[in-house]
């Protein structure tokens, strides 16, 4: 074998370990400054303890995002109903002919247990985050309706059969919308760090 | 964009009988690890406010004086301008801030800070399980390796500027501060009104009045850093008369 016969599967395996690598980069560059690609089950939303189908409560049964994520006007945290106020509805929507999830609900509810819903959106702990303002400012500013305003940040979550994270919301994704209306908020400077961080 | 807020605050030494009330409400508030007995030996405990005593005179006639000393919040701050990595600045409400995710853990602040107010997180925080649930959710839980210092409870001025100023659509002031129970910590806690906080811009708050008084001084006035925390000198006839001697 001739030296350059050789040296080809050298190049070819020099090749391949680059392409991995740069695709590795691109995949960490991403996820760092984005959402991660949806692969090897990378930035998909996590698995719920119970199906919960937004679009069959939002869509079809026209239930406002405010009634279950009740503090979402008023505080810090959205909050999701308990599980008592699922038997709203579920108290006369279970048995043999409402979906199967349907049973799991009401079996929580007589376990006196909680639902243990996982995260789906979350902001590192250095991050503090308050709904209320947002809901205010995007509704009485911008003029948007509740749900509209939820989909600035959350996408379309009424089509949503499991809700999943659409919108980066790192640093940068929020503080750009800080500074283009910092005008709307008259003596405070919303792009200080002390926003955010404290 | 100007701010229309210079927050500050009033101690009245006079007042002060040394009761660490104020200590123990910004431990809780916080999210201060409990200081140990080995904390106060090596020297690492953390107390972002403190009673420093003073013990004068000679014995029998010794006295012991109370000073509260927490971060002044300096408008020439010394541990602003050697930080490498801008984590700690001053920002246009007259707050010295400390943005901890920022902080590599250098500890120049520290060492140039002369009131000895900022404190290093040298190991992880931690508590006993039965106080996990009383951690503060808007107050981060500093990690190891940042510093941390009073931040003038800035968690409880934005809770009042979204709730004052955002919902109710009225100007933020000391006594509206007072009222919503928004106060730091320390001040909610003191129960003689040695601490009075406030915003030093407008002429009509307490603390601009009190800070008019003419026992004001500054701690360690002489090195300029224009602090925004102003003590009112104990006045002790028994010692000017000592003083005159």
């Not at chain 1, 190049?11 to 695709?23: I, K, N, R, S």
């Amino acid at each position: 074998m001739s030296l350059k016969m050789k040296l080809i599967p050298l190049a070819l395996g020099g090749l391949l370990t680059t392409a991995v690598l740069v695709l590795v980069a691109i995949f960490v560059l991403r996820a760092w400054w984005n959402t991660p690609f949806e692969v090897f089950g990378f930035g998909e939303a996590p698995e719920q303890p119970i199906a919960f189908p937004h679009n069959q409560h939002v869509q079809i049964d026209g239930i406002s995002c405010a009634f279950c994520h009740r503090n979402v006007t008023e505080g810090d945290a959205a909050t999701i109903l308990p599980v008592e106020g699922c038997l709203f509805c579920h108290a006369t929507i279970q048995g043999d002919q409402a979906p199967p999830e349907v049973a799991k609900v009401v079996a929580y509810f007589n376990e006196n247990r909680p639902i243990d819903w996982k995260k789906v959106h979350r902001l590192p702990d250095h991050v503090q985050f308050a709904h209320e303002p947002h809901i205010r400012f995007l509704t009485q500013v911008q003029g948007l309706s509740i749900e509209q305003s939820c989909s600035t940040c959350h996408g379309n979550v009424r089509e949503m059969v499991e809700v999943e994270q659409v919108r980066s919301l790192k640093m940068g994704d929020c503080v750009d919308c800080h500074r283009n209306n910092q005008v709307f908020t008259e003596n405070k400077d919303i792009t200080d760090c002390t926003t955010c961080h404290y | 964009m100007a701010n229309e807020h210079k927050w500050g605050m009033v101690v009245d030494i006079d007042r002060c009988t040394g009761c660490q009330a104020c200590v123990v409400a910004c431990q809780a508030e916080n999210n201060i690890p409990i200081n140990e007995e080995k904390d106060f030996l090596s020297r690492r405990a953390k107390q972002w406010i403190r009673i420093d005593r003073v013990w004068e005179g000679e014995w029998p006639n010794v006295k012991a004086r109370f000073i509260p000393i927490l971060c002044q919040h300096c408008e020439n701050a010394p541990c602003e301008p050697v930080c490498p990595v801008y984590a700690t600045y001053h920002n246009n409400e007259g707050l010295n801030v400390q943005v901890y995710n920022r902080c590599v853990g250098t500890r120049y602040c520290a060492n140039n800070c002369p009131y000895q107010v900022r404190f290093f997180n040298f190991f992880d925080p931690e508590w006993p399980s039965s106080l996990w649930n009383q951690l503060n959710p808007d107050v981060t839980v500093r990690s190891r390796g940042i510093m941390e210092k009073c931040t003038f409870c800035v968690q409880r001025i934005r809770r009042a500027e979204r709730t004052i100023e955002g919902q109710r659509g009225e100007e933020l002031s000391d006594q509206k501060l007072k009222e919503g129970n928004f106060m730091p910590a320390c001040v909610t806690a003191c129960p003689t009104d040695t601490l009075i906080f406030g915003d030093m811009k407008d002429p009509n708050s307490e603390v601009s009045r009190r800070s008019e008084d003419p026992r004001h001084y500054k701690l360690l006035d002489k090195l300029g850093t224009d602090p925004n925390v102003v003590y009112l000198k104990k006045v002790d006839p028994h010692v000017v008369e000592e003083a005159h001697d």
